[in-house]
T-cell receptor, first 110, second 114 residues
């Protein structure tokens, strides 16, 4: 299995809180991605990075932000969580055509 | 509009039986097509990747086919096992691994009963 880790796995938190979802990979991949996935729906790309200090917004508009200060680390931050942010967030990395996914963070905003 | 459509949406089969999942796409230009398996509560795991010139690729009991002319792909699972219960996602890339955009299907939810 690929070495990409996401924490926390589950998070239930109140509206207005600041949240950071962690994603780390030990494969040395330059490319990393954040996806949002709702039940029964396709994955939507919300952020991606081609390397350190490179970040871009994806196809789906998101109020989250990301940073890429180190190759192995690609955290996603929500400054003020809202119920509409409730979803599963998947992190991935790649070198070549195959993406390696973490197991996701299931986020619930009350 | 580039799209990836998967059918059926869900499928229930008995252990030991074979099944075939379908993927139709309109993505153009086409670079490659991937099938992923996503277990409940886990991230997707790659099963196969096929480029334009490949029309079949196997990974154990999983065999994917690609018809680039009709823009159709199928994933055939042989002698199903309980562990095959998962969502199977078809993903099409339009320009290669470096710059290509990925188009995701909604997946087929497969349930294997004993």
């Amino acid at each position: 299995e690929a070495d990409i880790y996401q924490t926390p796995r589950y998070l239930v938190i109140g509206t207005g809180k600041k949240i950071t979802l962690e994603c780390s990979q030990t494969m040395g991949h330059d490319k990393m991605y954040w996806y949002q996935q709702d039940p029964g729906m396709e994955l939507h790309l919300i952020h991606y990075s081609y390397g350190v200090n490179s970040t871009e917004k994806g196809d789906l508009s998101s109020e989250s932000t990301v940073s890429r200060i180190r190759t192995e680390h690609f955290p996603l931050t929500l400054e003020s969580a809202r119920p509409s942010h409730t979803s599963q967030y998947l992190c991935a990395s790649s070198e070549g055509p195959a993406q390696h996914f973490g197991d996701g963070t299931r986020l619930s905003i009350l | 509009k580039n799209q990836v459509e998967q059918s059926p949406q869900s499928l229930i089969i008995l252990e030991g039986k074979n099944c075939t999942l379908q993927c139709n796409y309109t993505v153009s230009p086409f670079s490659n097509l991937r099938w992923y398996k996503q277990d409940t509560g886990r991230g997707p795991v790659s099963l196969t990747i096929m480029t334009f010139s490949e029309n079949t690729k196997s990974n154990g009991r999983y065999t994917a086919t690609l018809d680039a002319d009709t823009k159709q792909s199928s994933l055939h699972i042989t002698a199903s096992q309980l562990s095959d219960s998962a969502s199977y996602i078809c993903v099409v890339s339009d320009r290669g691994s470096t710059l290509g955009r990925l188009y995701f299907g909604r997946g087929t939810q497969l349930t294997v009963w004993p």
